[in-house]
């Protein structure tokens, strides 16, 4: 079965900084997805990364703050952006390989913002 | 807008009893999802339901949508221990960049 490859695994960072989290995938992809799942929570969806398009964001998130980038078919980055302790979640990145596979997710970023 | 809800949210059961958990949705959807996840850790994928009627079954745990209804279930039976964790179901938006959108989740505590 398909992997994604996800880091950093956890990361602590002050107040107003950024953090980007890396997902490489082992095979070629279309869409990735990137989720915010806080605490004792379900997963938001983000965005969606196309390759060789700009992010399409769901509602309540903006591109100045969770800014994306997808250079090619097997790799995207998440950046959170001015980061609040508001922001401290996990964060998970996502592809769906093929129409009767489930949906691969990388083994997410714990991110604790001080 | 597509909605997904789960019940139970907190399941409390003793090891060796059978329980269902309900995931309902509100829009058509051409697949839905059921992911197993522990604490700290990423999601599992269980199952992949495609079809009106599909039935999966892996160990103590099956699956089973009912697109008609809008309603998948998933089914333990005699559960054990280490079936505690959150289970999620999730349906895809195939009219929506085949974009997931999940419940909220039931988390499972399988008392011993």
């Known amino acids: 079965s398909a992997v994604i490859s996800q880091k950093p695994s956890r990361d602590i960072c002050q107040r107003g900084t950024s953090l980007t989290i890396q997902c490489q995938v082992d095979s070629q992809v279309t869409m990735m997805f990137w989720y915010r799942q806080q605490p004792g929570q379900s997963l938001t969806l983000i965005a969606t990364a196309n390759q060789g398009s700009e992010a399409t964001y769901e509602s309540g998130f903006v591109i100045d703050k969770f800014p994306i980038s997808r250079p090619n078919l097997t790799f995207s980055t998440l950046t959170v952006s001015n980061l609040s302790p508001e922001d401290s979640s996990i964060y998970l990145c996502?592809?769906?390989?093929?129409?009767?596979?489930?949906?691969?997710f990388g083994s997410g970023t714990r991110l604790t913002v001080v | 807008e597509l909605k997904v809800e789960q019940n139970p949210l907190f399941l409390s059961m003793q090891e060796g009893k059978n329980y269902t958990i309900y995931c309902n949705y509100s829009?058509?959807?051409?697949?839905l999802y059921w992911y197993r996840q522990d604490p700290g850790k990423s999601l599992e994928s269980l199952f992949v339901l495609l079809s009106n009627g599909a039935v999966k079954q892996e160990g103590r745990l099956m699956a089973s949508l009912d697109t008609k209804a809008r309603l998948s279930t998933l089914h333990i039976t005699a559960a054990v221990h280490d079936l505690s964790a959150t289970y999620f179901c999730a349906v895809t938006m195939w009219y929506r960049d085949d974009k997931i959108i999940f419940g909220k989740g039931t988390r499972l505590h399988i008392l011993p």
């Open positions: 829009t058509t959807s051409d697949r």
């Open positions: 996502s592809a769906p390989f093929g129409p009767n596979a489930g949906y691969t």
